[in-house]
């Protein structure tokens, strides 16, 4: 049992280091990529508007890790709250479930990429990533912008990785607000990530699939956004006016 915990116990430390240092990982790249790279190649939030009160402006939800299961749920919360969202899809996923892609997508969602095996994009080589991109993409609707979106798994990113996208004709979106609804199991946790600070315009909102404290937690972010003078639009309409 001490050996079993023992195992546990160091399994927690890994995982906790890795964090750190994608953390580090994603705070390096982004000095980099400010200095080095236009929006159109990658972005963490919007651009700044001038809006009265000055904390309102535009805003919009993402949900990374669909399709699955609960998608409908999301889709039907959504359309009662009258919210387009931007949704983040693994390719593996959607060959396996076309229907939901429809769906998102009938509904009058945005979708991105978020790779197609759900590797981090550090791992893999040029040639790897660029596969994922194009098979990822092809079971997606047309995207109406010049540039369509990718958010890497995991927020993993490196000046490479965002390179290579790049030049595979992707815009890198990151994020400016994490609901954190990964790293709890309670709705109320979720909501109160969006009390401890401010919800500027412009703001990229990180949420996921898959979860119901995140289903359940979607009409109070809404109401407290809404409240503050926020519009919610999807990520193409926000970087694109």
Request: hydrophobic share 35%; net charge neutral; proline share 6%.
């Amino acid at each position: 049992m001490s050996f079993g915990l023992a195992q546990i116990g160091a399994g927690l430390r890994r995982s906790h280091r890795v964090q750190q240092l994608e953390r580090a990982a994603r705070t390096n790249a982004r000095k980099l990529a400010e200095t080095l790279m236009p929006s159109s190649m990658v972005v963490w939030r919007g651009p700044a508007e001038h809006a009265s009160p000055p904390n309102s402006g535009r805003v919009a939800l993402t949900f990374d890790d669909g399709p699955d299961a609960m998608t409908p749920e999301y889709l039907s919360v959504l359309s009662e709250l009258g919210v387009r969202a931007t949704f983040f899809v693994i390719g593996a996923q959607c060959k396996k479930q076309p229907e939901l892609v429809a769906q998102i997508a009938t509904a009058g969602h945005e979708l991105g990429a978020h790779g197609y095996t759900h590797r981090r994009f550090p791992s893999l080589r040029p040639q790897e990533l660029e596969t994922e991109l194009r098979d990822t993409q092809r079971l997606l609707p047309p995207s109406s912008r010049a540039k369509p979106l990718v958010r890497p798994p995991h927020g993993a990113v490196s000046v490479s990785s965002m390179f290579t996208c790049a030049r595979a004709g992707f815009t890198t979106v990151m994020w400016s607000h994490d609901s954190n609804d990964c790293r709890t199991e309670s709705s109320s946790d979720v909501l109160l990530s969006f009390e401890r600070q401010d919800i500027r315009q412009g703001e990229i909102v990180l949420m996921h699939e898959g979860q119901r404290w995140t289903v359940e937690a979607l009409p109070g972010v809404v109401g407290r956004l809404r409240e503050a003078g926020h519009a919610l639009v999807t990520v193409g309409e926000l970087l694109d006016g």
